[in-house]
């Protein structure tokens, strides 16, 4: 079975540029998740989707960030403008049903985002 | 034995010791919990979980105690290897009474270096 894939694995950018990551959940995973990671810290959820609506996004930081899953399946994850504290591993994760309680979120690689 | 660095509290064991990493959660009511193990470039990856309804949960050369009272979780892993270098995070699982969906919280980390 495929893992979860995101590209690109590593991005640098100035600050108030634009970028957008892109993620493949494993298939028949109705939920997918985006995660912010910096460095020495656990993974913060920033937004969670079931199929292709929005079920918690309340730590995502919409003047800059938004996201989307248009058709249930791939997501895409965009920052515009970025500012310096961004720099960041952002994660792909997801699961196959979202409201179980022992529903197993899988992880992707991650990009690394460096903010200049 | 157990220090706490710049970013992470560190364990480093010899290979063949068994590893003790502990979490302290945040929620009295979360209802369950996971360990992740995540090497250097990649996502983090389930290793065990564990219901509130249960305090001790055995894999395969792991085991995870949960003290409900105390808010306190353990990650035992047996016979360390080098392969198990990396940092261990715990996650809980605060309850979700509007949305019902799972979403999870997840701890600081701690980084496991094993020597051989």
């Known amino acids: 079975e495929a893992g979860v894939a995101q590209s690109p694995r590593y991005k640098i950018i100035e600050k108030r540029q634009s970028v957008a990551f892109w993620c493949n959940p494993i298939?028949?995973?109705?939920?997918l998740y985006w995660y912010q990671q910096i460095l020495g810290q656990g993974p913060k959820l920033l937004i969670q989707f079931q199929n292709n609506g929005v079920v918690d996004d309340s730590q995502l930081p919409k003047d800059r960030f938004s996201a989307e899953r248009l058709k249930g399946v791939d997501s895409t994850l965009k920052i515009q403008p970025a500012k310096l504290e961004d720099s960041a591993v952002y994660l792909c994760?997801?699961?196959?049903?979202?409201?179980?309680?022992?529903?197993?979120?899988?992880f992707g690689p991650g990009t690394r985002l460096t903010v200049l | 034995g157990e220090s706490v660095g710049l970013h992470l509290p560190t364990l480093s064991v010899q290979e063949g010791d068994n590893s003790i990493i502990n979490c302290a959660y945040s929620?009295?009511?979360?209802?369950?919990f996971i360990w992740y193990k995540q090497e250097s470039g990649k996502g983090p990856q389930f290793i065990i979980d564990i219901r509130s309804n249960m305090d001790k949960r055995q894999g395969q050369r792991v085991t995870v105690l949960l003290n409900k009272t105390v808010k306190h979780l353990s990650l035992q892993i047996a016979a360390t290897q080098p392969g198990d270098s990396a940092v261990y995070f715990c996650a809980e699982r605060p309850p979700q009474p509007y949305s019902g969906y799972s979403t999870l919280t997840f701890g600081k980390g701690t980084m496991l270096l094993v020597s051989p």
């Open positions: 929620n009295s009511a979360s209802d369950y």
């Open positions: 994760a997801s699961s196959l049903v979202g409201t179980r309680i022992t529903d197993t979120q899988y």
């Open positions: 298939s028949g995973h109705a939920t």
